[in-house]
């Protein structure tokens, strides 16, 4: 099915600069957003490098399918699982190696969420809290799970809705790109609809407009994504906008 997409980034109301970056790439069926950190300009530097990263070992793989990868493949994993792992750890190494060969760029990092969609499957690799939602019909889930301190807080303690709104370390991640050499990847295949939509988003989204209001503005500009980008990005911006606030949206079209 046709794929329709769009995407938007803005650096917020409250930060100087953007260290979210998004890259639409769709020759590869490939939609990508990253949400750097490390402050000043090491962030912005590990979300491009995160980007371009997976984006040409997409590219490569596409033209040359025994191309030789970076990194074994994982048996228990299909093809396409595999491909956005290693896509998602070469990517990792690549800011570990620019972070050690630049005093300036270390404690650089960044989150990351991919999505390619292959044939009647879709593919979401992802480290840190960057999200991806699925809207199908009304209804609005969340697909990915915040690789996060709130996150591992919930499933652990089972924390009541005030207990989670009061948490003082909501924007604590525990898995990102740069942190360590090597990185677990959260890879999951999706089976999607014609007319599903799927909504990729960094932080600066999600930690500042709930879910219900995150579905009525998509479902209220459907014949329109990048009209639903920037609503989302406005909405964000007019809760406050703490964060640099990042959309991409995709829909499965018959068209």
Avoid at 63 to 77: G, I, L, Q
Wanted: hydrophobic content about 40%.
């Amino acid at each position: 099915m046709p794929i329709e997409f769009a995407g938007l980034t803005h650096v917020g109301m409250k930060r100087n600069h953007n260290e979210d970056c998004f890259l639409l790439v769709p020759e590869a069926n490939l939609f990508i957003v990253a949400d750097g950190m490390g402050g000043h300009s090491s962030g912005e530097i590990a979300s491009k490098i995160a980007v371009d990263e997976i984006a040409e070992f997409f590219r490569m793989t596409e033209r040359d399918e025994e191309a030789t990868w970076p990194f074994k493949m994982d048996r228990a994993r299909s093809y396409q699982e595999n491909r956005m792992s290693v896509a998602i750890r070469l990517a990792n190494a690549r800011i570990v190696e620019a972070a050690t060969a630049d005093a300036k760029l270390k404690g650089m990092g960044t989150t990351i969420v991919a999505m390619a969609f292959r044939g009647n499957s879709a593919y979401i690799g992802h480290v840190g809290d960057s999200r991806v939602y699925r809207l199908r019909g009304n209804v609005l889930e969340q697909v990915t799970e915040d690789h996060s301190l709130l996150n591992d807080y919930i499933k652990a303690k089972k924390l009541s809705a005030e207990e989670i709104e009061a948490f003082p370390h909501k924007n604590v991640i525990v898995r990102a790109l740069g942190m360590k050499d090597a990185v677990d990847v959260d890879v999951l295949k999706e089976e999607p609809r014609e007319g599903d939509i799927y909504i990729l988003c960094s932080d600066g989204l999600s930690g500042m407009v709930p879910d219900d209001q995150i579905s009525e503005i998509v479902r209220s500009s459907l014949d329109d994504l990048d009209a639903a980008a920037k609503r989302l990005i406005d909405a964000a911006n007019a809760a406050g906008g703490t964060d640099n606030v990042t959309v991409v949206i995709n829909r499965l079209s018959a068209r």
